[in-house]
């Protein structure tokens, strides 16, 4: 059996559920299992609070930084492959108390 679909790319967008976090950007995206979920809420913090941060474990890399008007980008990958998303305050709010404490 044979099936093909269209389909076409999706706008960016941030997911997290009791599995994994995705960023993608549209065209590229990264998962990070829950696991790493203490890694990844400290990570927020530091972004609230110092208004930037830039952490590595293992090979990949998570951060982002506040812009003046309070929009957060975040980044995620590896040293070669960096994906990119801006959010809004409220909704890095959002993202900050449903990833809770990791």
């Known amino acids: 059996m044979t099936l093909t679909l269209q389909a076409e790319m999706a706008e960016p967008y941030v997911y997290l559920d009791n599995r994994a976090l995705v960023l993608s950007n549209g065209a ?3 998962i990070f299992h829950r696991a790493q ?3 990844l809420a400290e990570t927020l913090t530091i972004i609230a609070d110092e208004r930037r941060a830039t952490r590595i474990l293992q090979h990949r890399l998570f951060g ?3 812009e003046e008007d309070g929009t957060v980008v975040l980044f995620a990958g590896t040293h070669d492959d960096t994906v990119s998303v801006r ?3 409220s909704a ?3 993202l900050r108390a449903e990833l809770g404490s990791g």
């Open 92 to 94: 890095f709010a959002a």
């Open 28 to 30: 590229h995206g990264l």
């Open 87 to 89: 959010l809004s305050a």
């Open 37 to 39: 979920g203490r890694w």
């Open 64 to 66: 982002g930084f506040v």
